[in-house]
């Protein structure tokens, strides 16, 4: 799939006025600084679709994105600001969890994680957050540019050796991205297709 068309549409904190629209919905989630707003833009062949952060507490929104007419891409706050909480809900804002909770649109959640990066409570505790209720999602490694290729596998797969270790049966479906080469963009973008055909 290309994106030809990528329309903002509305940013709240609150999952009634998201769109009406009953089109299929995927989130980008990720820690603040992540690349979240960088893989956005690369996504959609645009500079500043999603602002780029660098600034730590910035407003906290969910902002919706309408792609191509058929789909909505939200992006959704970055979170670990705060130190790391021994409980998901101190750390997530209630909104964050109600749109998990409440629109039926999600299709699936992108659960973004830098690649050079162990595994951190604040990531695992929220993809087992998603687990438990029964939300479908996908780990995004981003910034893959910045390893060289050997390392990046090695990473990856310890990242997915150490899921499957403690909570998980199965690896999650997983990506790796990288917003300065574009690696990941046409797989990334295949799937969402594949997904809303199905
Ligand atoms: P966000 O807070 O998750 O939205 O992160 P940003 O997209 O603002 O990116 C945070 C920083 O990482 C910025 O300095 C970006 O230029 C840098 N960055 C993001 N993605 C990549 C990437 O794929 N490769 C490299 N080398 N740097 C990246």
Known sequence: MDIKKAEFIISNTDVSRC?????????????????KSSLINMLTNRKSLAKTSGKPGKTQLINHFKINDEWFLVDLPGYGYAKVSKSTKKVFQKFITAYFEKRLQLVSAFVLVDCRHEPQPIDTEFMQWL?????????IFTKGDKLKPGALERNVQNYLDTLTSEVWEEAPNYFITSSSSGLGKDELLNYIEDVNEQ
């Open 19 to 35: 769109p009406k629209e009953q089109l299929p919905e995927y989130a980008f989630i990720g820690r603040s600084n992540v690349g």
């Open 131 to 139: 687990g438990e209720n029964q939300i479908p999602f996908s780990i």
